[in-house]
């Protein structure tokens, strides 16, 4: 079945770094790759839709300044937040979408822990 | 090793029927269980959720439950409506990890 392979499954960093996400479509073109934030006890949030080649969609309230995408090729997309906070620390999680939207994939998240 | 397993890729209902979609998980530490509805071409959204201090929870015609000593869970969808056809993905929590299932795609024919 399709695959979504995300990198790194946990990082920890310092205040006022930044960190890059990757995920990949292992066997399969993902035109559009979602990228969600979740907090605990909490519904998936929607942060960004981006369409491979384009510029990324924002959900209202988030900083497309401080989480950048990039989703140059039909099989990488990468989330970097940038100048993280403690405040970011959450579970980060890619989706990939394809086959003309009849694929669609989770990756396999991010525990991303500022300290 | 597949922590959350939903092992109906697909199922067709009847409209006016009862969908029932399944999901088991083996990670006893998972205490907190939320499924999604994705629609072709957007992404998931939240559907309904359960808490492993509970076993039942119901929002309408959805019902989810929750079978911790076989670390199953189901949602009951009822009556089912056209407009019910999508994947359902489960997905399982505890601390600031999940993981998610796989996806059932269901039909439901008029």
């Known amino acids: 079945g399709a695959v979504v392979s995300q990198h790194p499954s946990r990082v920890i960093c310092k205040s006022g770094t930044s960190v890059k996400i990757e995920c990949r479509s292992l066997d399969f073109q993902a035109t559009t790759m979602f990228w969600y934030r979740q907090f605990p006890k909490q519904s998936l949030m929607l942060m960004a839709t981006s369409n491979e080649g384009s510029k990324a969609t924002y959900e209202q309230g988030v900083e497309k300044d401080k989480f950048l995408i990039n989703h140059a090729s039909l099989t990488l997309s990468t989330l970097t937040v940038t100048s993280a906070h403690p405040e970011d620390s959450s579970f980060y999680i890619c989706?990939?979408?394809?086959?003309?939207?009849?694929?669609?994939?989770f990756g396999s998240g991010t525990r991303l822990t500022v300290v | 090793d597949q922590q959350v397993k939903q092992n109906s890729p697909s199922l067709s209902v009847q409209e006016g029927r009862i969908s029932i979609l399944n999901c088991d998980y083996t990670n006893s530490m998972f205490d907190y269980f939320l499924w999604y509805k994705k629609y072709p071409a957007e992404g998931p959204t939240f559907l309904i959720s359960i808490s492993s201090i509970k076993d039942k929870n119901e929002d309408g015609r959805f019902t989810v439950f929750l079978n911790k000593s076989a670390k199953h869970l189901s949602l009951h969808i009822v009556p089912s409506q056209p407009g019910d056809s999508a994947v359902y993905f489960c997905?399982?929590?505890?601390?600031?990890?999940?993981?998610f299932g796989p996806g059932t795609r269901l039909s439901v024919l008029p």
């Open positions: 989706s990939g979408v394809g086959g003309q939207g009849t694929t669609y994939t």
């Open positions: 997905a399982a929590n505890y601390g600031q990890n999940f993981v």
